[in-house]
T-cell receptor, first 113, second 113 residues
Framework: SQQGEEDPQALSIQEGENATMNCSYK?????LQWYRQNSGRGLVHLIL?????REKHSGRLRVTLDTSKKSSSLLITASRAADTASYFC?????????????FGEGTQLTVNP | DSGVTQTPKHLITATGQRVTLRCSPR?????VYWYQQSLDQGLQFLIQ???????AKGNILERFSAQQFPDLHSELNLSSLELGDSALYFC????????????FGEGSRLTVL
């Protein structure tokens, strides 16, 4: 079963708008990561936030983490048509062996020009 | 380009057959991970190798096996194939054994007819 659950499953916005995706998880984590996948392609790492961090920025991306609620959000500001893709959160378990990331089911983002 | 190479990109075969998927990790990365992505199961972690040794095992069927060779490339062997094995199989590599960013290949799309 998936550790993370993304919300919403699909999101359609206009170019220039902000897109917010949420992720919930069930167990204690070491870190949480967000990945992007263009249709049928490999996943690309976007950002990693550690369990002792609350917020992180990278370019137009802003990630928050609330370990008390076991949730994270990914905000993409000033979206572009090229941001159209699926976005996945992935959790690294606390005390787990290896880097066996567990992925959520993803949010399909469509940015309309 | 992530630096992770997977072959073949596409593979069509029949039920009951056996196939081998190959992965070359990024130069210098010692960890290799295999993931399966299907429409109904999402992204499932299969197995991880670190410097030639099995490090973590996920939802890998007994019909599937993997290994990592001394030159660090890895192979995923799928045997007695069933229709439900049709999926995208991703290899990812990492420079760390614990938790960190994964670099994904473009995947091998397996179709079992």
């Amino acid at each position: 079963s998936q550790q993370g659950e993304e919300d919403p499953q699909a999101l359609s916005i206009q170019e220039g708008e902000n897109a917010t995706m949420n992720c919930s998880y069930k167990t204690s984590i070491n870190n949480l990561q967000w990945y992007r996948q263009n249709s049928g392609r490999g996943l690309v790492h976007l950002i990693l936030i550690r369990s002792n961090e609350r917020e992180k920025h990278s370019g137009r991306l802003r990630v928050t983490l609330d370990t008390s609620k076991k949730s994270s959000s990914l905000l993409i500001t000033a979206s572009r048509a090229a941001d159209t893709a699926s976005y996945f959160c992935a959790t690294s378990p606390w005390g787990g062996s290896g880097s066996r990331l567990t992925f959520g089911e993803g949010t399909q983002l469509t940015v309309n020009p | 380009d992530s630096g992770v190479t997977q072959t073949p990109k596409h593979l069509i075969t029949a039920t009951g057959q056996r196939v081998t998927l190959r992965c070359s990790p990024r130069s210098g990365d010692l960890s290799v991970y295999w993931y399966q992505q299907s429409l109904d199961q999402g992204l499932q972690f299969l197995i991880q190798y670190y410097n030639g040794e099995e490090r973590a095992k996920g939802n890998i069927l007994e019909r599937f096996s993997a290994q990592q060779f001394p030159d660090l490339h890895s192979e995923l062997n799928l045997s007695s194939l069933e229709l439900g094995d049709s999926a995208l199989y991703f290899c990812a590599s990492s420079g760390r054994v614990d938790t960190g960013e994964l670099f994904f290949g473009e995947g091998s799309r397996l179709t079992v007819l």
